[in-house]
């Protein structure tokens, strides 16, 4: 708690940590859809192609951010074009994005004078220490649209995750869901990047929701649980980065380990004993 309070004094401090926790929710709600619907690799996907709009952006001398956004969104929007038209098969059209993304990136990213490779540092890992107000305000506005959205559309969402042809049947515009949700995905996983980084972000979005599946099948349970339990693994991971100085993204990851461990090993070890 002394910890918590030293971090609230500090006002760059005090943005990474509301930034974490807004991240967190934003991450387990949108995680629940993706790990459901079994495309893990499409929160991949986008998060890597992402990439080409950061290195784009470089080159240009542009805002980074605004330019993965860019880049994330069309990508989200190509996959479920290519698949929903069955032009090209979903795990293949992720792989291709994701690939060209990080090319595209590479490419601009060498071509920009002065390049180094700390100067992509913080967006592959993450910094929590170059979260901005906006960056804060801007997580704050989509957090609270997608807590109203996840209250008004839930079921239809839920629908579309477990089962498409279900939700047709239901009159659910299946493409438009899928659609509104890949390209909701993106901006998440954009404006999350500069606290987990491209590399760890797939994490944050799909163990929370492994965690809690582990105790329930419910789409709204895991819905809240993962959302409480991304923000509380990013609180703590902000603790202990500032206590033992350790970059806060592995912190965050490797708590979350710890817990999806502990929820899947201590029920299987007392199973095998009970056995005995």
Request: contains cysteine; hydrophobic residues 60%.
């Amino acid at each position: 708690m002394e910890a918590l309070q030293n971090i609230l004094q500090y006002g760059y401090l005090c943005n990474a940590l509301t930034a974490c926790v807004l991240s967190g929710i934003l991450c387990g709600i949108a995680g629940t859809y993706v790990v459901c619907r079994r495309m893990v690799f499409l929160s991949g996907g986008i998060t890597h192609a992402s990439f080409g709009g950061l290195g784009i952006a470089f080159w240009l001398g542009a805002d980074p951010i605004l330019g993965a956004m860019l880049f994330a969104v069309a990508s989200s929007f190509g996959i479920e074009w290519a698949t929903q038209n069955g032009r090209i098969r979903e795990d293949s059209a992720i792989g291709i994005f994701w690939g060209f993304g990080m090319a595209v990136g590479a490419l601009f990213m060498s071509l920009r004078a002065g390049y180094t490779s700390g100067d992509l540092s913080s967006y592959m890992f993450g910094s929590i220490v170059t979260v901005t107000s906006t960056d804060v305000m801007a997580l704050a506005a989509l957090t609270v649209a997608v807590l109203i959205g996840a209250v008004l559309w839930l079921r239809p969402v839920m629908f579309v995750a477990f089962d498409r042809d279900f939700a047709r049947s239901q009159g659910i515009p299946v493409k438009t869901v899928a659609y509104v949700m890949s390209i909701l995905l993106a901006v998440v996983i954009v404006l999350s990047i500069r606290i987990m980084g491209i590399v760890l972000l797939i994490s944050l979005l799909t163990m929370p929701a492994v965690i809690i599946n582990s105790f329930s099948k419910s789409y709204t349970a895991i819905t809240v649980g993962a959302a409480i339990t991304a923000a509380a693994a990013s609180l703590a991971g902000v603790v202990a980065s500032y206590l033992w100085d350790v970059p806060s993204g592995a912190a965050i990851i490797f708590i979350l380990t710890v817990a999806l461990l502990t929820v899947k090993l201590i029920p299987a070890i007392a199973k095998k004993r009970l056995a005995s």
